[in-house]
Nanobody
Framework: QLELVESGGGLVQPGGSLRLSCTTS????????IGWFRQAPGKAREEVSC????????TYLNSVEGRVTVSRGDPRDTVYLQMDNLTPEDTAIYYC??????????????????WGRGTQVTVSS
């Protein structure tokens, strides 16, 4: 059973930055596709970003493109979501998710098997 733990959320003013971390209980996340998702109150969950096992294929939600960067850490048990120039519309609970996925694949799974409990991001002045 893969366990994921998100951290790094908090309260930040508009225009500020946060770096979210998704850490696992196993040695490496290299063999998993990782997705970052968010859900705001009263809204559907949306996919913010995905990164493949090799880290060479990445997608971003249109509304965060240019403000968010996903990356794999070193050691390889962590995936980061760097968020800059945050706006109140970014307020949500952010989740990371994982699915065992061939490293050579350049597409992403339609669903994920493992989910963290989320970390709250609040953007407010």
């Amino acid at each position: 059973q893969l366990e994921l733990v998100e951290s790094g959320g908090g309260l930040v003013q508009p225009g500020g930055s946060l770096r979210l971390s998704c850490t696992t209980s196993i040695y490496t996340l290299d063999y998993y596709a990782i997705g970052w998702f968010r859900q705001a109150p009263g809204k559907a969950r949306e996919e913010v970003s995905c990164i493949n096992g090799r880290g060479d294929t990445i997608t971003y939600l249109n509304s965060v493109e240019g403000r968010v960067t996903v990356s794999r850490g070193d050691p390889r048990d962590t995936v980061y979501l760097q968020m800059d120039n945050l706006t109140p519309e970014d307020t949500a609970i952010y989740y990371c998710a994982a699915k065992f996925w061939p490293r050579s694949k350049s597409d992403f799974p339609l669903s994920y098997d493992y989910w963290g409990r989320g970390t709250q991001v609040t953007v407010s002045s």
